[in-house]
């Protein structure tokens, strides 16, 4: 009889598991919600991975010959040459915005942090949170200084690549430094 209580116990902890993990997302929970948690996971060990120099780096420069395109493009990918975090950054005369994409171990986006400043003193910090499945499943936007600015209610979708490579070798309308 012991062991079908600990099967049985088992199985409910199972079931317990996968009703919290059905759980919808929302304002309430979001911060401890088990595909937040594991994303958040994604995002400390590409930093971990970068500040202990285990990541390599590749960059590019452009000089700047019109509105909001990027400038700079940094890819950095792990010792299995698979992209992890692609950096890109541009602006205009009045605003600038830095994106920061964050992929897991097979190169599908899970995090994007994008913060948005404008010369009138407004930034803006966006976290946008992806499933494995690369469906967009929370984002947070907070207004952290200024009285603010034109920058979407929520960050486009189509402005965070879901291939890094590429997006770091596309062209480029302006001239590359070298």
């Known amino acids: 009889m012991k062991p079908l209580a600990v099967i049985s116990g088992g199985m409910l902890l199972m079931s317990l598991s996968l009703t919290i993990q059905a759980e919808p997302i929302t304002a309430n929970n979001w911060f401890n919600h088990p595909d ?24 590019r420069i452009f000089e700047y010959c ?47 942090f994008v913060r948005a400043s404008a010369v009138n003193n407004t930034t803006y910090e966006y976290r946008i949170y992806f499933s494995s499945r690369g469906k967009k499943i929370w984002e ?11 920058f979407p209610e929520h960050w486009p979708l189509n402005q965070l690549p879901q ?16």
């Open 36 to 59: 937040i948690v594991t994303i958040r996971g994604i995002f400390n060990s590409i930093q971990n991975a970068k500040q202990a120099g285990q990541l390599n780096k590749k960059s």
């Open 66 to 112: 019109q509105p909001h395109a990027d400038g700079e493009r940094h890819l950095y990918s792990n010792s299995q040459g698979i992209a992890q975090l692609y950096t890109f950054a541009g602006g205009s005369d009045d605003s600038v915005v830095q994106t920061d994409l964050y992929y897991d171990i097979k190169s599908r986006l899970r995090f994007a």
């Open 140 to 150: 947070e936007r907070k207004q952290l200084s200024g009285e603010g600015y034109t």
């Open 163 to 178: 291939k890094p490579v590429k997006a770091f070798n596309a062209e480029h309308p302006c001239l590359e430094q070298s």
